[in-house]
């Protein structure tokens, strides 16, 4: 609660014990009510903000390590099994947790999370599924099988970004 709305009650408090008006006793039990609902508020902004700011830094850790396989895949990049394989323990762990990163329904616009995932959760839990699945099937062992295994996890996150991302 700001020190602002704290003399404000405590002026009005002081005006009700001196009975100085009876509209006191509204005026305070307003801003206690205000004081009250907009801590409560700003709490929760605070809760969202905290699990919006977790699932984007998981976005940003599989973008990071798509990138990574991708540059290996195309030779921009040596080939290098143990950055291969923690990249892709990176994609499965990011992708087992995108369920959970997306309950309670709760968004941003700078989150660019669209709405629809609330209304269409099946779906998107269904395509959460098929990339964690799509993750746990690249092969990190050498070039050619990553080349292999890679689209499929780059297409499921394409076509959920599609849907319920937005641009």
Known sequence: MSIRILRLIAGAGRAVAAGRCVCCVLAVSLLLATAILTTSVIAGDRRSYRMIAARVADMHTAQSAVETLADMTN????????????????????????????????????????????????DFLARARAAERAARQLRTDDRARLRGTLPSVVVTCIHCHQIYREP
Request: proline share 8%; glycine share 4%.
């Open 75 to 122: 030779g921009r990049r040596p080939f290098d099994r143990r950055a291969a394989r923690a990249a892709g323990q990176d994609l499965v762990s990011t992708m087992a947790a995108v369920p959970k990163r997306f309950r309670p329904a709760v968004t941003v616009q700078a989150s660019r999370a669209r709405h629809r995932i609330w209304s269409h959760w099946p």
